[in-house]
């Protein structure tokens, strides 16, 4: 969307004026400022994002919805309620029209092909990213600070879940990612606060660190639907049900780069993809963008 590009670009404007502010006047408090104010007007921006996505989404399945109507079609729609009709007992052939009418077969599709994974990789998915669903509600995954470091140190989930970070330790940890459309940042806390989350309202991979401790390191797969799959060990893999048209498959491992293959998926038909994940540096800078210090 125009807006949303606009947004990020104002974002990143402001974000390159923070280091010509440093050179030009040395003002240590000045900066702080506008880094606050920049991370401020990035997460509106987020807000923005997931909440004009789900505006989206809801237009489409209205439109979904007249659809079905103006067409005659009797076939409830999903969540919609069926009124039902006491006083009198419909036709054999009307009893039929009301019954809900099986899939589609010849909508959807198959892609399976194979993964090439990096050794040493713990686990890697594959999912659909341009087929968009609303996120889920109420739904919290753990992933524990203990012993300096993320445990587990990966999780899949569903656009909208919740992500707990508590701190088994008695030192502080700091929690924080820069990830685009998922960024945030817990704040200090030990083993004597209340665990602090997150929520996740962007589909991509996030990248997860302390602020305090540079080899803490996690790394999270949002998927936006449930057309995702876990890859065999040797490498193959198989979603099913995929909607047909231009599909962009995505393969995921923690400590890989994303690889992708668009495909064209007709109806009843299969697409085989071949995608390679490759190893990336899980070398990173702290918050503040700058290198970690002698401190741990």
């Known amino acids: 969307m125009k807006w949303r590009q606009m ?16 050179q030009e006047g ?33 237009t489409l399945r209205s439109a979904a919805i007249w659809s079905r109507a103006l067409s005659g079609e009797t076939r409830p729609v999903e969540d919609a309620p069926v009124k039902s009709r006491p006083k009198s007992k419909p036709s054999a052939p ?3 029209a009301a019954r809900p009418a099986p899939p589609a077969a010849a909508e959807v599709g ?12 713990p686990i ?16 919290t995954v753990v992933i524990d600070q203990k012993n300096k470091a993320f445990a587990p140190g990966w999780a899949v989930i569903r656009r909208g879940t919740t992500v707990a970070f508590p701190n088994h330790d008695n030192i502080y940890h700091n929690v924080f990612s820069h990830s685009p459309g998922n960024s945030f940042d817990l704040g200090l806390y030990n083993s004597a606060e209340k665990g602090k989350a997150h929520s996740f309202q962007s589909a991509g ?45 995505v393969a995921w491992s923690p400590g ?10 007709k109806a009843g038909s299969t697409a085989d993809v071949q995608l390679v994940l490759e190893t990336r540096s899980r070398v990173h800078k702290n918050k503040e963008g700058r290198p970690y210090g002698s401190y741990e």
């Open 7 to 22: 947004s990020q670009t104002i974002v990143a404007a402001l974000a390159l004026t923070v280091p010509s502010a440093a």
């Open 26 to 58: 040395g003002k240590s408090k000045e900066l702080e400022d506008l880094q606050r104010q920049v991370r401020a007007l990035e997460a509106k921006v987020q807000a923005l994002t997931a909440a004009a996505t789900e505006l989206s989404e809801l």
């Open 94 to 96: 009307a009893a039929a």
């Open 110 to 121: 198959v892609v399976r092909g194979k993964v090439n994974v990096p050794a040493g990789e």
């Open 124 to 139: 890697a998915y594959v999912y659909v990213e341009n087929v968009f669903a609303p996120p889920v509600r109420g739904k």
């Open 205 to 249: 991979a996030v990248d997860i660190y302390c602020n305090i401790h540079p080899n803490m390191a996690a790394s999270v797969l949002v998927v936006p639907n449930d057309l995702f799959a876990k890859v065999r060990q040797d490498g193959s893999f198989t979603l099913e049900g995929v909607p047909v048209g231009q599909r962009k498959i």
């Open 256 to 265: 890989t780069t994303s690889a992708t293959q668009w495909v064209e998926l």
